[in-house]
């Protein structure tokens, strides 16, 4: 990786002859998604350890995630209007850093609610305005978008892989550190990445994505996205306490998170053949029961590593097709004016709303009823979205792409 950074272009192999900062834009997303794989599974884990009850943490991520419903949408409008995509993603990353700093102060429940919600306010900032830089150095090669996003996944199984380990031996008071020095290496590579020449995509305001959210097709996978997320709540908020409670210790549940992610990269490595032989409501109805088929596979075979391992191969079809779908449809059905709110409104309504509200409803499903039964909900919902998509999402014309 290290090496590779130094490289100002991508190789011809792996894009396309034209210019393409390749290593600059995969270092981004590399670093950006160590932080991921520090939060996600041990953030819980975490706050567990400091005493905080299953309702409490699920509130907690709720709240955290919550400001995915407002905060894109205007980072997105910023971007948007000001054409200043690389300003907003530094300042950005900055003030993370600042915000999420007030961990070290070990506040109660209300105090790391608004350390998070300050965190997760200028988080969402980032990503999204990074995606569409992404698509604009890409131009007409978007459909490799996923050869570049692939090393975000690698950066999360390296995290997860080694913090995982690494917590075998420290205590997990240490994990605010490790995601402070992840943050700070996110600073670094923003300052590597420059907006491409000639793109202009400001001034457009909120009359051409008002006009394109009219598309039925768009209206439905954000639809369908949204219950995808809310059917994760179960695993992104209690994968990991569901885990330990069953006595798997913190090297494996690195190991089961890593598991997911390599079939991730698996996805994102053929996605643009993918997409080019399957229709959008082919690939969208088969994450959907590909998913059912994950959750109930998880409540019901807990202490099966083989089966859990089976499970976890899921992550392929429910994060990475349908991700990379949804970053395909938004480019295609999002002009240059609308490209930032386009990817706001993804983030925010399908990543917000979907994940708060499933973090929600599993903390109060867990704390009655266990674990399993909140997986066997989340498949239930899965199944009826299948049926949903199957009556009523357009069919995309995939020579259009």
Known sequence: MAAGMTGATTPTTALSSRPVPYWRLSSFYFFYFTVVG?????WTL??????????????????????RLFAPNLWGWIGDRTNKRIFII??????????????????????????????????????????????????????????????GSIGFIASVVGLGWYFEHHPLEQLPIWVTGFMVMIMVATVLVTQPEGER???????????QMRNGTVLMFFLLCFLMQVSHGPYYAFFSIFLQDEGYSRTLIGGFWAIGVLAEIGVFLLMHRIIGNFNARTLAIGCLLAGALRWWLTGYFPN????????????????G????????????????????????????????????AGAYLAGLIVQAYGG????????VLLLLSAVLAYFLFSRVDQTQR
């Open 38 to 42: 520090a939060q996600v599974p041990f």
């Open 46 to 67: 975490y706050l567990h350890h400091m005493g905080f009850s299953l309702v409490e943490i699920g509130t907690l991520t709720a709240i955290q995630l919550s400001t």
């Open 90 to 151: 530094r300042v950005g990353a900055l003030l993370t850093a600042l915000a999420y700093a007030g961990v070290f102060l070990h506040p109660g429940f209300w105090g790391i609610a608004l350390v998070m919600a300050g965190f997760n306010f200028f988080w969402n900032a980032i990503l999204p305005q990074f995606e569409v830089i992404t698509l604009q150095h890409l131009k007409h090669d978007a459909q490799r978008y996923s050869l570049i996003r692939l090393w």
């Open 201 to 211: 995509t400001g001034g457009g305001g909120f009359a051409p994505f008002l006009q």
């Open 304 to 319: 099966h590593t083989g089966i859990l391992v089976l499970a976890q191969l899921g992550h392929a079809a429910t994060f």
């Open 321 to 356: 097709v349908f991700h990379a779908l949804a970053i395909h449809l938004i480019h295609r059905f999002f002009t240059q004016q609308a490209s930032g709110q386009g990817q706001a409104v993804y983030s925010a309504f399908c990543y917000g709303a979907g994940n708060a």
């Open 372 to 379: 399993a039964v909140a997986y066997y909900a989340a498949s």
